[in-house]
C-alpha cells in the first residue's frame, strides 16, 4: 500500500504536465492558423476600394481615393483620427507626386536695378506700426508694343480663379465667360479606367488559378487601347462603348478581390496624377498665351482695313488740301491730342466727343501715330468728317524734334493684383488694370509749342458728355488733370519705386482723360525730370517709363472729379450700369478691348455706337458689325 500511494503520488505531476503541453501545443496551432487568417482578411478589406469602383471618384482624384480606402488596416482610429491620417498620407505623397509642378509654381523675388521686388506689396499704408500689411503683385503689359512681363506667382496654381488671376490676369476671367461643355468627358473615363486595370492586371497575371480572368483583362485593356487610338472626342466613340464600361467595371471589380502589388497600383496611379497635372497645366498655359496673342495681334480685318485705305491713299488724285496751319496752332481753340495705332479706335474717340460737343466748330484733334499707320489714317479721316470739327493726323516718326526718341509709344498698363484688407478675417484678391504715361507723351510740350493747354485721349475711351467744362478748369498751378483710382496707392508699388522720395499714401492717377497745362509742364522742365529718372532706372522698357511718370508727377497732378471717367471696361465684369451711364468718359483699360472679339459683350455696345458703319472698306473687310 505504501509503495502503491508513492508510486500513484509520482505519475499525476507527469500527467498534469502532459496535459499542460498538449494545451500548449494546440494553443500556438490555433494561433498560427488565425494570424495568417487575420492578416489576409484585413490585406483583403484594404484593396476593396470603392475608389475605384466608382467611377466619379477614379476620375476625379484616384490617388485620394486609393489611399482613403487603405487606411481601413489601421486599426483602432476614430473617424476624425482616419480623416488625419489620410491627409498625412496625402501630404507625404504630394511632394513627391508634383514636385515639377510646385517647382514651376515656387515664387522669386527678382532685383531689378538694385531694387528687389517680392511678390506681394501692402495695399495702403497701416495706421499701427506693428500691423501686418498685405502685399502687392504687380505686372506690367505694355498694351501696343507686346507684353513686358514681371510675372509674380502666387505659392501655388489651383482650380480657384483668384490666384488663377494673379497668374494670368484677365485670361481667367474671359475663360470663366466662355467656357464650354466638355466634348471628350466619355474618353476621360475610358482613359482612368484603362489605367485602373493596367494597374491591376501584372499582379492578376502571375495568379495561376485566375487565367480566365486575367485573360478578360487583357481582352478588355486591348479593346479599350484601340478605342482610344481612334477617337478623341465622345462624337467618335463606338455605340456599344456604355456596355464595354460595364465589362471593364466587373473585371476591375473582380481583381480587386484578390491581393494585389500595392507597389505595382501605386507607380501606375502616380502615372496617372503626373500627366493629369502636366497636361493640365501645358493647356492652361498654352491657352494663355494664344490669349495674349490674340490681345497684341491685330486682328486680320482691321489689317485689312488699314491695308487698303493705303493703297486707296495713293490711287486717290491729290486734293488740294485748305490751308489749316492757323486753326491747328490758335490756343483759343479745343485741342485734343490722341495716340493711336488703330484707325476704327481713333475714329471712334473722335466721333463720340464730337457727337456730344455743344459746338463742335472749335474742336481740333490731332491724331499722333506711326509711318506704318500715317497714311491709312490719313485717308480715313479724308473720307470721313465729323460735323465741324478739324482732324490732323501726325507722323511722329517725321517730326523734326532734336535729341528725342520719335518711335511712338502708346500709354503703359499695369496689372495689379493685392489683398483686399477691408475684411482681413476674409480677404479677397483684387486686380485692377492702370495706365501711366509713355514716352511718346512727353514730347507734347515740343510737338505743340503754341498751345497752352490740351485733352489727351487714350483711344480706348468712348466719351458721353461735352467735355468743353474742361477748357475752363482753374488747375491751381498743377500741371496734368487727371482721374485719381485710391483703391491703389503708391505704397503698393514701392518695391518698384524703391527709396525715392514719394507720398506713400497718394492715389495712383489714370492715364484716358488727362488735361494738361503746357505752360506749367514747360515751367517746371517736366519732360527734363523724366528723361532724368529714366536714366536711373533699368527695369525694362514699359516698366521704367510707367515708373518713371509715377514719379515725374508728384505733387502735380489735379484730381478731376470720379464721375469725369470710369475705368475697368476693358477687365471689369461687375461694374455698375447706372455708374457707366452716369460717367462723361469710358475707359476700356485691360485686355478686352471692344474692338476685339475679347471684348466684354456687355460693354462693347458702347463703343460700337460710335463706329462708322458705312464705309465701304468695312464690309469689304468684314469688319465685324
Given at each position: 500500500m505504501k509503495s502503491g500511494g508513492v508510486g500513484g503520488g509520482g505519475n499525476a505531476p507527469t500527467k498534469r504536465r502532459w496535459r499542460g503541453l498538449v494545451l500548449g501545443v494546440l494553443g500556438l496551432v490555433l494561433l498560427s492558423m488565425l494570424v495568417p487568417l487575420v492578416f489576409l482578411l484585413g490585406f483583403h478589406n484594404g484593396f476593396q476600394s470603392p475608389g475605384f469602383v466608382s467611377e466619379q471618384s477614379s476620375a476625379s482624384n484616384p490617388i485620394r481615393g486609393y489611399?482613403?480606402?487603405s487606411s481601413r488596416d489601421t486599426p483602432d482610429l476614430s473617424e476624425g483620427d482616419q480623416s488625419r491620417h489620410v491627409d498625412d498620407l496625402v501630404r507625404r505623397l504630394a511632394p513627391t507626386l508634383?514636385?515639377?509642378i510646385f517647382k514651376k509654381s515656387k515664387p522669386k523675388e527678382e532685383t531689378i536695378g538694385g531694387v528687389t521686388v517680392h511678390d506681394d506689396v501692402p495695399r495702403k499704408a497701416s495706421p499701427a506700426p506693428a500691423k501686418k500689411v498685405p502685399r502687392v503683385s504687380p505686372t506690367i503689359n505694355t498694351r501696343a508694343d507686346g507684353p513686358t512681363h514681371i510675372t509674380k506667382n502666387p505659392k501655388y496654381v489651383d482650380e480657384s480663379g483668384k490666384q488663377?488671376?494673379?497668374k494670368y490676369g484677365s485670361f481667367c476671367l474671359w475663360r470663366q465667360e466662355h467656357k464650354e461643355e466638355m466634348k471628350d468627358s466619355m474618353v476621360k473615363k475610358l482613359k482612368d479606367k484603362l489605367f485602373v486595370a493596367r494597374a491591376y492586371y501584372p499582379t492578376i497575371a502571375k495568379l495561376p488559378a485566375q487565367d480566365k480572368l486575367s485573360r478578360e483583362m487583357k481582352?478588355?485593356?486591348?479593346?479599350?487601347?484601340?478605342?482610344l487610338s481612334e477617337t478623341?472626342?465622345?462624337?467618335d466613340l463606338p455605340?456599344?462603348?456604355?456596355?464595354k464600361l460595364q465589362k471593364?467595371?466587373?473585371v476591375i471589380a473582380r481583381a480587386k478581390s484578390f491581393p494585389v502589388d500595392c507597389n505595382n497600383v501605386d507607380k501606375k496611379l502616380r502615372q496617372i496624377f503626373d500627366m493629369t497635372e502636366d497636361e493640365a497645366n501645358f493647356h492652361m498655359r498654352q491657352s494663355s498665351f494664344l490669349y495674349q496673342l490674340a490681345v497684341q495681334t491685330m486682328p486680320k480685318s482691321l489689317h485689312c482695313l488699314s491695308m487698303r485705305l493705303t493703297v486707296d491713299y495713293f490711287k486717290s488724285p491729290s486734293d488740294v488740301e485748305l490751308s489749316l496751319t492757323e486753326k491747328y496752332m490758335d490756343p483759343a481753340l479745343q485741342h485734343y491730342v490722341i495716340f493711336s495705332k488703330n484707325v476704327l479706335a481713333s475714329s471712334a474717340v473722335i466721333n463720340s466727343t464730337v457727337m456730344h460737343a455743344k459746338e463742335s466748330v472749335n474742336q481740333v484733334f490731332h491724331v499722333l501715330t506711326n509711318g506704318q499707320n500715317y497714311y491709312a489714317m490719313k485717308q480715313w479721316f479724308i473720307r470721313n468728317t465729323y460735323k465741324e470739327a478739324t482732324v490732323r493726323v501726325l507722323n511722329i516718326e517725321a517730326l523734326n524734334l532734336e535729341n528725342q526718341n520719335l518711335e511712338l509709344?502708346?500709354?503703359?498698363?499695369?496689372?495689379?493684383?493685392?489683398?483686399?484688407?477691408?475684411?482681413p478675417p476674409v480677404a479677397q484678391m483684387r486686380t485692377e488694370y492702370l495706365s501711366t504715361f509713355s514716352h511718346s507723351h512727353y514730347l507734347l510740350p515740343q510737338i505743340f509749342q503754341n498751345l497752352k493747354r490740351v485733352v489727351v485721349l487714350d483711344d480706348d475711351v468712348i466719351v458721353q458728355q461735352d467735355l468743353s467744362a474742361l477748357w475752363s478748369l482753374n488747375m491751381g498751378g498743377k500741371v496734368n488733370g487727371a482721374v485719381q483710382m485710391c483703391s491703389v496707392r503708391l505704397n503698393l508699388l514701392k518695391s518698384y519705386l524703391g527709396e525715392r522720395s514719394f507720398d506713400k499714401n497718394s492715389c495712383v492717377w489714370m492715364s484716358g482723360l488727362n488735361v494738361i497745362d503746357l505752360d506749367k509742364w514747360r515751367e517746371v522742365d517736366l519732360t527734363e525730370t523724366y528723361g532724368r529718372l529714366l536714366k536711373e532706372l533699368s527695369m525694362g522698357e514699359g516698366l521704367s517709363e510707367a515708373v518713371a511718370s509715377l514719379l515725374s508727377f508728384q505733387d502735380l497732378i489735379y484730381v478731376l472729379d470720379d464721375a469725369w471717367a470710369l475705368s475697368g471696361l476693358g477687365y471689369d465684369y461687375g461694374l455698375d450700369i447706372k455708374a457707366i451711364k452716369r460717367a462723361a468718359v469710358l475707359h476700356y483699360n485691360g485686355n478686352m478691348k471692344p474692338w476685339l472679339d475679347l471684348g466684354i459683350p456687355k460693354y462693347r455696345h458702347y463703343w460700337k455706337n460710335f463706329r462708322n458703319q458705312e464705309d465701304q472698306f468695312l464690309s469689304e473687310c468684314n469688319v465685324s458689325p
Open positions: 489611399i482613403k480606402d508634383s514636385k515639377d488663377c488671376e494673379l481582352q478588355n485593356i486591348q479593346e479599350f487601347e484601340r478605342i478623341s472626342t465622345d462624337a455605340s456599344q462603348v456604355q456596355k471593364m467595371d466587373a509709344s502708346l500709354p503703359v498698363e499695369f496689372r495689379v493684383s493685392f489683398h483686399s484688407v477691408d475684411n
